[in-house]
């Protein structure tokens, strides 16, 4: 695209002259040129591995379900093997947080796509302007006697 821009830069000024339709041409060529090259993106895929502020969530939320367990059932017990144990807010509320942190630390596996401009904003968004300069912007003036093709007046 850029060496289709620098010749026909170069065939318009070789071929009667610099012209306002000339300079409209290259300014079009120029801002598509800056579009596109501000759409090419890149992405990569990566395996991620879970932060501690996935199992801190994961734990708390557990925490939070195992004391509303406990307010609407009260205290739980149990009775294994002869053994009776009652189960209050607190270990309601630890088996929750257990629970809670290993489904957090569990999903934060897996594979994760980043997508990221290949082309730097600092190079693209100069050619949409100079683009957008040489279809509005003023005429390109000639120097009088400088060209041969086109002789003082």
């Known amino acids: 695209m850029a060496a289709a821009i620098l010749l026909f830069a170069l065939w318009a000024k070789i071929h009667g002259g610099w012209r306002r339709a000339h300079q409209r041409v290259l300014g079009w060529l120029i801002l598509l040129y800056g579009i596109f090259l501000s759409s090419l993106t890149g992405s990569y ?18 925490a939070a379900v195992g004391l509303g367990t406990w307010l609407v059932l009260g205290t739980v017990g149990v009775a294994t093997g002869g053994i009776g144990l009652a189960i209050g807010a607190l270990g309601m509320a630890a088996i929750g947080a257990i629970f809670g942190g290993i489904g957090g630390a569990a999903g934060g596996f897996g594979f994760q796509t980043v997508s990221y401009p290949l082309v730097h904003w600092a190079f693209w968004l100069p050619l949409i302007v100079i683009g957008l300069y040489f279809i509005w912007g003023i005429r390109i003036k000639r120097g009088k006697g400088t060209d041969a093709q086109h002789p003082p007046e």
């Open 45 to 62: 895929t990566a395996f991620v591995l879970p932060g501690i502020g996935g199992i801190a969530l994961g734990a708390g939320t557990g």
